[in-house]
């Protein structure tokens, strides 16, 4: 699961396919909290070569309760940021790898998922602190979607 927002450079979107291959891609729909219900209609453009490939054809029934943001499943994910520096070809410790770390951040808060690294408390405080508090969830850091400006936070 390679965030989008990283670029096509690092692996995001967009990419190429090659012929006669296939490629998952995981999609995710925000729904904001004040969205009018009701049953919305529309189209997923599938692209190829810079023209449409294919439609397919979308329908979302969004009602009348917003899901909480608190997280209710205790979960601990890890991973390593050498393995992103290096699956994405930057140098650990420059500014484009903690782009891309801040990608991955805001991908596993959107589900609800605790993400970890391998840190020293000098580390967590000058870098990873925004993450604990909430502050990079938030438009200042080009965030949306669940849990927006909160930090992470689990049910006792």
Do not use: C
């Not at 991973?79 to 891309?100: C, K, L, M, N």
Request: hydrophobic share 35%; net charge negative.
């Amino acid at each position: 699961m390679v965030p989008f927002e990283v670029g096509t450079s690092r692996g995001g979107a967009p990419f190429n396919v090659s012929p006669n291959s296939t490629q998952g891609v995981w999609v995710d729909v925000y729904i904001a909290k004040d969205a009018v219900p009701g049953r919305y209609n529309g189209i997923l453009r599938v692209l190829a070569a810079g023209s449409t490939y294919t439609t397919i054809p979308i329908t979302l029934d969004v009602y009348s309760f917003a899901l909480s943001d608190t997280t209710h499943f205790h979960n601990y994910f890890y991973t390593s940021p050498f393995s992103i520096a290096e699956e994405h070809g930057i140098r650990w410790g420059s500014q484009i790898y903690y782009d891309v770390e801040r990608e991955y951040y805001k991908m596993a808060h959107r589900h609800r998922m605790d993400l970890s690294f391998n840190q020293t408390l000098d580390s967590l405080d000058r870098r990873a602190k925004g993450y604990y508090t909430g502050e990079f969830y938030s438009k200042a850091y080009d965030y949306e979607g669940l849990g927006a400006a909160s930090a992470i936070s689990h049910m006792p």
